[in-house]
């Protein structure tokens, strides 16, 4: 059974920096999608970044483009989310979240369409806090 746990999620000021962490267990992913999304208060879910795991093909939502990077450690199965000069608008709780599904190299880029479809498998989130 695949486990997803997040952990990092911190209340900083605008400008700080977290990083926040996702342990995987039960599955070892290798061409797989694996994202994080994230829910703020009163609005729906969205998809934050996203790496294809065959290449390491990553994607972002255009908000935190140049702000954000997505990594996976793959000795460790843990993945990642560096978060650099973050800003109010990005509290919220976040979630990691995996597909077992192998997709050969040309369907990487579904990975970045943040399709919830494609992410059955999700961990139980950890809260960023934003202040102004």
């Known amino acids: 059974q695949v486990r997803l746990m997040e952990s990092g999620g911190d209340s900083v000021q605008a400008g700080g920096s977290l990083r926040l962490s996702c342990a995987v267990s039960g599955y070892t992913f290798s061409s797989n999608c694996m994202g994080w999304f994230r829910q703020a208060p009163g609005k729906a879910r969205e998809g934050v970044a996203a790496?294809?795991?065959?290449?390491?093909?990553?994607y972002y939502t255009d908000s935190v483009k140049g702000r954000f990077t997505i990594s996976r450690d793959v000795a460790k199965n843990i993945l990642y989310l560096q978060m650099n000069n973050l800003k109010p608008e990005d509290t919220a709780m976040y979630y990691c979240?995996?597909?077992?599904?192998?997709?050969?190299?040309?369907?990487?880029?579904?990975?970045?369409?943040?399709?919830?479809?494609?992410?059955?498998?999700w961990g139980q989130g950890t809260r960023v806090t934003v202040s102004s």
């Open positions: 790496i294809y795991t065959g290449d390491t093909d990553t």
């Open positions: 979240a995996a597909d077992r599904n192998l997709r050969p190299k040309h369907m990487g880029w579904v990975c970045g369409e943040f399709d919830e479809e494609v992410f059955p498998s």
